[in-house]
């Protein structure tokens, strides 16, 4: 119940096209869902996170699709960019009483020039 | 620098030696966390810690110690190092509460001989 599956484990985008992960959870009481982004070398960033309250949230080319009754939510990168080739994670958490959070493993993400 | 750091950032030990990773970050965030990512598995939290003194076991704990004497400082110990805890390991920290966990260290890389 506390698993969250990601996927594809890699995907291969042209530049300027969209790039779409999908996230899956079990547990109806994680109520934080966040993605993080991961350049080689370098530690996980927090790219954009959505709250169950809300389908959908927006920021720049990057959106997040939340479908509550599904149990699933999604990542789109809309006008792919080579500088957007990285490991994308999901995650989720509950927001009181623990801090403990669930990611997803990983899809590794290559936009064509 | 503000942020948070991590050392050393490449280690090398040999099974059965104790090895500290040691983290230490600037912003005085109140809850600090310790993940090791392996290919396959994503992120998994080893520890986290919501206050100086205060730590808690997260989802892989077992032959990991931590402690947490001053709030900046979050200290990973492998007490006697086993082979299957290579891995790549990022401490994080967080101001609010619930944990909007934002920011993540550079990563240690470990590997057990």
């Known amino acids: 119940q506390q698993q969250v599956k990601q996927s594809p484990q890699s995907l291969i985008v042209q530049k300027g096209g969209i790039s779409i992960i999908n996230c899956a959870y079990e547990?109806?009481?994680?109520?934080?869902f966040p993605w993080y982004q991961q350049f080689p070398g370098k530690g996980p960033a927090l790219l954009i996170a959505i709250r169950p309250d809300v389908s959908e949230k927006k920021e720049g080319r990057f959106t997040i699709s939340f479908n509550k009754s599904a149990k699933q939510f999604s990542l789109h990168i809309m006008d792919s960019q080579p500088g957007d080739s990285a490991t994308y994670f999901c995650?989720?958490?509950?927001?009181?009483?623990?801090?403990?959070?669930?990611f997803g493993t990983g899809t590794r993400l290559k936009v064509l020039a | 620098d503000a942020g948070i750091t991590q050392s050393p950032r490449y280690k090398i030990t040999e099974t059965g030696r104790q090895v500290t990773l040691m983290c230490h970050q600037t912003?005085?965030?109140?809850?600090m966390f310790w993940y090791r990512q392996d290919l396959g598995h994503g992120l998994r939290l080893i520890y986290y810690s919501a206050a100086a003194d205060i730590t808690d076991k997260g989802e892989v704990p077992d032959g990991y110690v931590v402690s947490r004497s001053k709030t900046e400082n979050f200290p990973l110990t492998l007490e006697s190092a086993t082979r299957s805890q290579t891995s790549v390991y990022f401490c994080?920290?967080?101001?609010?509460?619930?944990?909007?966990?934002?920011?993540f260290g550079p990563g240690t890389r470990l590997t057990v001989t």
């Open positions: 994080a920290s967080s101001e609010s509460v619930p944990g909007e966990l934002q920011y």
């Open positions: 547990n109806t009481a994680f109520d934080y």
């Open positions: 995650a989720a958490s509950f927001s009181s009483g623990t801090y403990k959070y669930i």
């Open positions: 912003w005085s965030h109140s809850y």
